[in-house]
């Protein structure tokens, strides 16, 4: 018989160590005497990549939505990013975005502070703050590093526990219990284990149906490389952002990250995926649609090798339908909606649904029969601006089943399109789209009164037609 561990009365057990994980557990404090986080890696010594993170080498950008969550579920964690060299940018006047009409105007906006880090500096910084505060609780905390996952167990009612085991060269840890591994009783499960979740196989063997989930895969790759500029040429005072678009479905994004290094993505739909030798990544950045990009490699030295990545689609789990989860259970982070990464959306996302789990535990005191389906309802809340934006965007490159939109996303996209391009010359319309796209306020803030008759009246002005360098004041744009 499996080893069966702990009592489950005020135990709850996080399958995942990652970002999601430990945020999970920072909503957790103070509502459960105890947290048992369960990760497949061991975690690195200092700010290092880890295998578990395949795309730990890409771009990460925490939205100003996700770092408003992030400090109400750790505060002071934005100043530590920055003290451990995040570099904080404000859209558009710190990052600029190339269009079909050219170049966004670089308005003066600080609406929207955003963090540009490389993942390692991410997990590293969130991970010691949720130890530390873990500590300083009166909830005590068990982090089992190399151990994996593998069921859940209850009925299709109810989860009671998750059935462990150790990875690895740490098999033999586990008090002898072999493949079947050990029990961990809890009275609640999150599953932060993200875009690899194994809840629908599970879900079969506790005899339920798994959610229907939903996929929009745009068939989207990208490569990375870190280069060091070697003079003020390789390191401008803007981050850009060059997306791919019908008539060049190619793309590429600069921006600074910590120590003095800038990071370089490009990404293309299918038939367009960047190279990932040298000189294939180099001459690829000269195809995207605009020269800038490719004028900065003179100008700059590389300090890594070039990364791929191409799991990209869109993929949600309509856990928060009616009967979706069982009690007991909630699944949160990449697990639950997994987005294109080239967005930056999946950190900010974590969070917000993090938070989401802790207001509903405060709402309501904590554990109690209904909480898996209204903390679920929450958490599906939290993502759903993100995954509209993510769609909205994919969609048009889809093939198959994922190209079929419904008339009210097809009605969407169109205005969503018009307003887009108005604001690039327009700030108010600009404020508008960057409030939903940094996930700070709900896509019905682009059906505003004033925000539609400007989309709809205003005609088109062109963009620049090269990277701007003057910031122009807000008070003469508008």
């Not at 995942?16 to 890696?41: Q, Y």
């Not at 109690?368 to 759903?384: F, H, I, M, T, Y």
Request: glycine fraction near 12%.
């Amino acid at each position: 018989m499996p080893e069966v561990t702990g009592g489950a009365e005020r135990h709850a057990v996080v399958i995942g160590g990652g970002l999601a994980g430990m945020l999970a557990v920072t909503a957790l404090l103070g509502h459960v005497d105890a947290v048992t986080v369960v990760e497949r890696d061991r975690y690195p010594t200092g700010h290092a990549f880890r295998k578990g993170v395949p795309q730990a080498r890409h771009l990460h950008v925490f939205l100003s939505g996700g770092l408003r969550a992030l400090e109400e579920l750790l505060p002071g964690t934005g100043r530590a990013f920055t003290d451990a060299g995040a570099r904080t940018l404000y859209p558009p006047r710190d990052l600029v975005t190339r269009t079909v009409l050219g170049w966004q105007h670089r308005f003066d906006e600080r609406r929207h502070g955003c963090l540009s880090v490389t993942r390692p500096v991410i997990d590293g910084v969130v991970r010691d703050r949720v130890l530390r505060t873990a500590a300083e609780s009166a909830t005590r905390l068990e982090v089992l590093e190399a151990t994996e996952a593998i069921g859940l167990t209850g009925d299709a009612r109810r989860v009671t526990g998750v059935r462990v085991r150790a990875r690895g060269g740490d098999a033999g840890r586990d008090g002898g219990a072999g493949p079947a591994g050990r029990t961990l009783h809890a009275a609640l499960v999150v599953d932060a284990s993200g875009r690899t979740s194994k809840a629908p196989q599970w879900y079969a063997d506790l005899g339920r149906p798994a959610p229907r989930q939903e996929t929009v895969d745009a068939g989207i790759a990208y490569a990375t490389r870190m280069f060091r500029p070697t003079g003020p040429a390789g390191a401008p005072d803007m981050g850009v952002n060059i997306p791919g678009g019908p008539g060049c479905p190619r793309g590429a994004v600069y921006v600074p990250v910590e120590d003095g290094i800038w990071l370089l993505t490009a990404a293309g739909v299918r038939g367009h995926h960047p190279p990932t030798d040298d000189q294939g990544f180099a001459d690829f950045t000269a195809t995207i649609g605009d020269p800038y990009i490719h004028g900065l490699l003179p100008h700059v030295e590389p300090v890594s090798p070039v990364y791929g990545f191409r799991d990209t689609a869109n993929r949600r789990r309509h856990f928060e339908r009616p009967g979706g989860v069982p009690e007991g259970f909630v699944v949160l982070g990449d697990a639950n909606c997994t987005f294109n990464p080239v967005y930056g959306q999946g950190m900010s996302v974590a969070a917000l649904g993090a938070l989401a789990l802790r207001r509903t535990l405060d709402s309501g005191g904590g554990l109690r029969p209904g909480l898996a389906k209204e903390a679920q309802r929450a958490v599906a809340r939290a993502s759903d601006a993100a995954w509209s934006t993510a769609v909205g965007a994919d969609r048009p490159y889809a093939s198959g089943p994922d190209a079929r939109a419904g008339l009210v996303e097809r009605l969407t996209s169109w205005y969503v399109q018009r307003l887009i391009l108005r604001a690039v010359a327009d700030p108010l319309l600009g404020a508008a789209y960057r409030d939903v796209l940094c996930l700070t306020a709900p896509p019905s803030r682009l059906m505003a009164p004033r925000t539609v008759l400007r989309t709809v009246l205003l005609p088109l002005r062109p963009g620049l037609s090269a990277p701007p360098t003057a910031v122009v004041p807000l008070r003469r744009a508008a």
